[in-house]
């Protein structure tokens, strides 16, 4: 059974940094775009970040120039490094790929607390 398996969320205080990981796993031939979202208590969940096979990365506006999304094609595993971290960035944070020529797929979610 294919999963996705996000890590590294956490506590931290404002102005520190944290990177999550989400790696593929189980039968996985192929993974397309992939990305972070995150969802605050109450709101929408929002776009964090997206990366191409080949390495074409957006942004949501709010961590343009903070957070850096990365892959790694060999290890099935996108990574996200997020600096200069505000209170405002606390959500649970969820990583979303297409698998497999397939629909994209959500993790399970890891939290990210932001203290100020």
């Known amino acids: 059974q294919v999963q996705l398996v996000e890590s590294g969320g956490g506590l931290v205080q404002a102005g520190g940094s944290l990177r999550l990981s989400c790696a593929a796993s189980?039968?996985?031939?192929?993974?397309?775009?992939m990305g972070w979202y995150r969802q605050a208590p109450g709101k929408q969940r929002e776009l964090v970040a997206r990366i191409t096979y080949g390495g074409d990365t957006n942004y949501g506006d709010s961590v343009k120039g903070r957070f850096t999304i990365s892959r790694d094609n060999a290890k099935k595993t996108v990574y996200l490094q997020m600096n200069s971290l505000k209170p405002e960035d606390t959500a649970v944070y969820y990583c979303?790929?297409?698998?497999?020529?397939?629909?994209?797929?959500w993790g399970q979610g890891t939290q990210v607390t932001v203290s100020s």
């Open positions: 979303n790929a297409a698998i497999n020529y397939q629909l994209p797929r």
């Open positions: 189980g039968n996985v031939f192929n993974i397309g775009g």
